[in-house]
Every structure is written in structure tokens, then in C-alpha cells.
């Protein structure tokens, strides 16, 4: 098993970056396909960016390609997502998960979740 911890969450204004941070512990991180979801008030969580686990694939949603960038170090046993050039409709509160060997853009491929960090972007 694998316990995550989010962080890295915050009020940025439209234009701004942030780099969320996703801590691993009770496994190391590298075994596991990792991906990132968001869930902003009434809608549903859905996929922002994922990376297997060799981290040599990785992909994104449509909305934040060429924004957002998914990394991972294996020293720290850590996952990051750098977000830039924030726009307000990227607000939500920002998961990390880890699943199977292979990233995915669904929910249900992912058996480890952290609690969220909330990201709010102002216009």
C-alpha cells in the first residue's frame, strides 16, 4: 500500500503558477502509474494528467496540455504537477492518485488517493 499527502495548494492570480507536490509513503512511488484529478464544486472529478510508472509516458486533458507538466523523483519518493499560466477555471481541489502499472485517465484504474489541495485562481 501507499499513503499520499497533497500539498502545494493556494490563491494565485490568472497567469500565475503553482507546483503541487504529491509525498508517498509505504511504497515507493515508482511502482505505480501516477496521475493527478481535479474536483471543482458540483461537477464531477476529472482527469488533468497522468505518467506510468517508468515515467517515459505521460499525457494530459485537453484543457491543460501545454500548461500543466507531471514529474515525479524517486529520491524523494515524490510526484509534482507544475501548473502554469493558471486560468480561473482550473480552480478546484487537486488530487494525486496512484494505481496500476499503466497511466490512465480514469478514476477507476487508481487504488491510492491523497486528500486533496485546494487550488483557487483568481481573475
Known amino acids: 500500500q501507499v499513503q499520499l499527502v497533497e500539498s502545494g495548494g493556494g490563491l494565485v492570480q490568472a497567469g500565475g503558477s503553482l507546483r503541487l507536490s504529491c509525498a508517498a509513503s509505504?511504497?515507493?512511488?515508482?511502482?505505480?502509474?501516477m496521475g493527478w484529478f481535479r474536483q471543482a464544486p458540483g461537477k464531477e472529478r476529472e482527469f488533468v494528467a497522468a505518467?506510468?510508472?517508468?515515467?517515459?509516458?505521460?499525457f494530459y486533458a485537453d484543457s491543460v496540455k501545454g500548461r500543466f507538466t507531471i514529474s515525479r523523483d524517486n529520491a524523494k519518493n515524490t510526484g509534482y504537477l507544475q501548473m502554469n499560466s493558471l486560468k480561473p477555471e482550473d480552480t478546484a481541489v487537486y488530487y494525486c492518485?496512484?494505481?496500476?502499472?499503466?497511466?490512465?485517465?480514469?478514476?477507476?484504474?487508481?487504488?491510492?488517493w491523497g486528500q486533496g489541495t485546494q487550488v483557487t485562481v483568481s481573475s
Open positions: 509505504g511504497s515507493t512511488l515508482r511502482s505505480y502509474a
Open positions: 505518467m506510468d510508472w517508468s515515467a517515459s509516458n505521460t
Open positions: 492518485a496512484a494505481g496500476t502499472w499503466v497511466a490512465s485517465s480514469s478514476v477507476h484504474d487508481y487504488h491510492y
